[in-house]
């Protein structure tokens, strides 16, 4: 059941308080102030994509230019070499991403990933270090397996191989936990 109403708002507002309190604790200042909207636009997307089973554009956009803008400008190497080591990763990370996107539509004849997640994973490439985004799509993947039996084993259902999942809600948190394990750990 999902929850509704001014209830579902007050969750939605206390979750970005302290996503914010979070961002600028672990990195007070720029860096930190850049957190919190990174943790503000992934609140955006993973509640967006658990309502509509879509991920918006312009989150994702807003999401890598504030990276690119953080590894120029603000962040912990700025400079030219760091922005275009953040576009590297960001496409690093999203090629493959694609590439399963297109493997799985050929072998299956159907959509097994949007391409939603797909930009979605360019921005993890963008905020984070390589090791840090593969341990972000290894949480993302383990919560959404889990939340999916899980859901399964409540509502009594059967595990179907069809089901229809939207990762970016497992996805864009994930890639906020790891930019501020990152903060935290330096």
């Known amino acids: 059941m999902i929850i509704q109403g001014p209830f579902r708002q007050a969750i939605l507002s206390l979750t970005l308080l302290a996503i914010v309190a979070a961002s600028l604790v672990a990195a007070p200042g720029p860096d930190g102030l850049l957190g919190a909207l990174l943790g503000a636009l992934m609140l955006a997307i993973a509640t967006t994509d658990a ?17 690119l803008v953080r590894a120029g400008l603000g962040g912990p190497e700025a400079g030219w070499a760091a922005l275009l080591l953040a576009a590297g990763r960001a496409l690093a990370i999203a090629l493959p991403f694609l590439a399963l996107w297109g493997g799985y539509r050929w072998w299956r004849g159907r959509d097994g990933l949007g391409l939603g997640d797909v ?7 963008a905020w984070l270090g390589l090791v840090t985004v593969f341990a972000v799509v290894e949480l993302a993947t383990l919560a959404a397996l889990g939340g999916y039996f899980l859901n399964a084993a409540i509502r009594k259902r059967p595990l179907r191989a069809t089901a229809f999942l939207p990762f970016g809600l497992f996805l864009a948190p994930a890639i906020w936990l790891g930019w501020l394990a990152e903060a935290i750990l330096g």
């Open 51 to 67: 309502r509509r089973h879509l991920i918006p554009n312009e989150l994702t956009g807003t999401a890598v230019a504030l990276a």
């Open 119 to 125: 930009k979605l994973a360019a921005v993890a490439g």
